[in-house]
T-cell receptor, first 114, second 116 residues
Framework: AQKVTQAQTEISVVEKEDVTLDCVYE???????LFWYKQPPSGELVFLIR??????QNEISGRYSWNFQKSTSSFNFTITASQVVDSAVYFC???????????FGTGTRLTIIP | DTEVTQTPKHLVMGMTNKKSLKCEQH?????MYWYKQKAKKPPELMFV???????INESVPSRFSPECPNSSLLNLHLHALQPEDSALYLC???????????????FGNGTRLTVT
């Protein structure tokens, strides 16, 4: 079983500021995947990024970047130069390797103030 | 536009009604999922179908009955629901039937169900 902690319940930032969403997970698996999903008010969950447990290289994709540190079980997600359209609930979700189960964290509601 | 289509968008039903939720995808995905999401809570897995066979049932009450008629369609039949079953029901699909192999789930917009 996995456990996910997203300690930030709600965050508000002014447009164009950078914002980092924290995620700490617990798992007994040695290999696994980590995901971030976004849920705008429309309700649809949108896949953003994924990382496998044996690759700690951090990457940047457009305005998104992530910092995966296996030693601290953290998988933080950063939005650079935030925009109003980034307002949504963001879920961190680990998945067992070879298993269809995603475990969603409690989510962080991000509000971008114009 | 989402590639996973769910109908209806909204549904109000009484506790004695029988209704069905429908989900369709044409991405060639061979795994399909039902999730339930209560207000201000994360989605919770209900069922997983892999290659049209039920592979995971997360101890869901029998008043929820899933069906996968073919690789593109997923239904959720509802009968004798309770008011606490009111929630957003999300359908998702993925490649290879193995979300754990790093294949992201593609979600529909959901059906917002209200049980009166």
């Amino acid at each position: 079983a996995q456990k996910v902690t997203q300690a930030q319940t709600e965050i508000s930032v002014v447009e164009k500021e950078d914002v980092t969403l924290d995620c700490v997970y617990e798992t007994r698996d040695t290999t696994y995947y980590l995901f971030w999903y976004k849920q705008p008010p429309s309700g649809e969950l949108v896949f953003l990024i994924r990382r496998n447990s044996f690759d700690e290289q951090n990457e940047i994709s457009g305005r998104y970047s992530w910092n995966f540190q296996k030693s601290t079980s953290s998988f933080n997600f950063t939005i650079t130069a935030s925009q109003v359209v980034d307002s949504a609930v963001y879920f961190c979700a680990p998945s067992n390797f070879g298993n269809e189960k995603l475990t969603f964290g409690t989510g962080t509601r991000l509000t971008i103030i114009p | 536009d989402t590639e996973v289509t769910q109908t209806p968008k909204h549904l109000v039903m009484g506790m004695t009604n029988k209704k069905s939720l429908k989900c369709e995808q044409h991405m060639g995905h061979r795994a399909m999922y039902w999730y339930k999401q209560k207000a201000k809570k994360p989605p919770e897995l209900m069922f997983v179908y892999s290659y049209e066979k039920l592979s995971i049932n997360e101890s869901v009450p029998s008043r929820f009955s899933p069906e996968c008629p073919n690789s593109s369609l997923l239904n959720l039949h509802l009968h004798a629901l309770q008011p606490e079953d009111s929630a957003l029901y999300l359908c998702a699909s993925s490649h290879l039937g193995r979300g754990g192999y790093g294949e992201p789930l593609h979600f529909g917009n959901g059906t917002r169900l209200t049980v009166t």
